[in-house]
Every structure is written in structure tokens, then in C-alpha cells.
T-cell receptor, first 113, second 113 residues
Framework: AQSVTQPDIHITVSEGASLELRCNYS??????LFWYVQSPGQGLQLLLK??????LVQGIKGFEAEFKRSQSSFNLRKPSVHWSDAAEYFC???????????FGTGTSLTVIP | DVKVTQSSRYLVKRTGEKVFLECVQD?????MFWYRQDPGLGLRLIYF???????EKGDIPEGYSVSREKKERFSLILESASTNQTSMYLC????????????FGPGTRLTVL
């Protein structure tokens, strides 16, 4: 069965510092991978997605993620965090058949001045 | 821009009441989804619909039903609300296919007393 693990429940970083949020998936074939962000009081917004091709994916708001098949990972990175990046981040996997997505439990990001 | 709207941001109901949560999308999307979001559990799929009058159970359909009479509208029904259904409910839609981005509404925070 497909599953997504986000090992870090909560991360705190200083503004301007780099950020890496971890995501590991379990799926038999090549999955379709997504990162979403949920700002306080808002719905989820897509940051980026990976289907195939270049394993380094660029997204909105300066985020990028790298697909590493050998590690079953799809970690999200940002070189310099802004206070407005404080939010909850969800990794998700979609199978190559069917319509169901599986979401991780989320990582809450706090940014300190 | 895709817009997904949900009928209420906050809702308070009593145990045993019948509850309707409405979701409307304005982009002629084929697929619509209902999730519940709970701390530490992430998003869990309740039901999804890939066409009018068509529905599929997700991971946690017990205690819920859905209705999709028109393409743009997807309703979640709690036949007899219980306190363990207190949660944030998120609606999403996608154009079609497993690789398509899901667009989320702002959510309805339901409290069952």
C-alpha cells in the first residue's frame, strides 16, 4: 500500500536560514509526488510536483524538491526562508493509476526573526 | 484561477443532527474530493467523485455519505453527527486524472457537541 512519511512534526528556523523538509514514500512503482503548503486559515496550495524527468523540481515561492529513487525521498528545500513561509507543509503521493492521493501528516514550520 | 468554495468556514452542530457540507468549484473539473484533517493524522480521504452521480469510498467513509448531482457541486453528509466527527473538512477538485493538481477550498471547521 502507498504511504507517505514526514518524520519531522515541527521545525523552527531563523529567517534567512536554509530549510529542508523531509518526505519519504512507499510505493512499488514510480510515484507522482507533490508538496503542498497550508498557511494559517487557508486551504492547501500546490508548491511543486514531480512526475518524471529531471529529478530536481522547481516550484513557486522559491522552493525546490529533489526526487531520489534510491532513498524513496522527495525532500523540499529553500535556500533562504522568509517569515511568510511559516505554515504547514504536506507531502503527497499519487499512484500512476487511479485517483487517490495519500498525504503525509504534515510538518509545521515556525520562522523566528 | 480555479476557485473552490465551501459553504461555511465554521459550523457547530449537536450530536445526532444531520449535517450537510457543500463544496462548489468553478472550473468544470471532473474530480472532486472530501478530506478530513486532524492534528497528527494529516489529510485522510473520505470520498471522491470522478463524475456526476459517481462516487468512490476513500480511506475513512464510515459515518459519511456524499452526493454529486451537478458537476460543480459535491456535498458531504453526516447522517447523524457524532463528537468524533469534530474536525476540519477540506474539499478539493482536479481536472481529471491522477496526475492533476488538486485545488483546495478553505475548509470547514466542524464542531459536534
Amino acid at each position: 500500500a502507498q504511504s507517505v512519511t514526514q518524520p519531522d512534526i515541527h521545525i523552527t528556523v531563523s529567517e534567512g536560514a536554509s530549510l529542508e523538509l523531509r518526505c519519504n514514500y512507499s510505493y512499488g512503482a514510480t510515484p507522482y509526488l507533490f508538496w503542498y503548503v497550508q498557511s494559517p486559515g487557508q486551504g492547501l496550495q500546490l508548491l511543486l510536483k514531480y512526475f518524471s524527468g529531471d529529478t530536481l523540481v522547481q516550484g513557486i515561492k522559491g522552493f525546490e524538491a529533489e526526487f531520489k529513487r534510491s532513498q524513496s525521498s522527495f525532500n523540499l528545500r529553500k535556500p533562504s526562508v522568509h517569515w511568510s513561509d511559516a505554515a504547514e507543509y504536506f507531502c503527497a503521493v499519487g499512484p500512476n493509476t487511479g485517483n487517490q492521493f495519500y498525504f503525509g501528516t504534515g510538518t509545521s514550520l515556525t520562522v523566528i526573526p | 484561477d480555479v476557485k473552490v468554495t465551501q459553504s461555511s468556514r465554521y459550523l457547530v452542530k449537536r450530536t445526532g443532527e444531520k449535517v450537510f457540507l457543500e463544496c462548489v468549484q468553478d472550473m468544470d473539473h471532473e474530480n472532486m474530493f472530501w478530506y478530513r484533517q486532524d492534528p497528527g493524522l494529516g489529510l485522510r480521504l473520505i470520498y471522491f467523485s470522478y463524475d456526476v452521480k459517481m462516487k468512490e469510498k476513500g480511506d475513512i467513509p464510515e459515518g459519511y455519505s456524499v452526493s454529486r448531482e451537478k458537476k460543480e457541486r459535491f456535498s458531504l453528509i453526516l447522517e447523524s453527527a457524532s463528537t468524533n466527527q469534530t474536525s476540519m473538512y477540506l474539499c478539493a477538485s482536479s481536472l481529471g486524472g491522477h496526475t492533476d493538481t488538486q485545488y483546495f477550498g478553505p475548509g470547514t471547521r466542524l464542531t459536534v457537541l
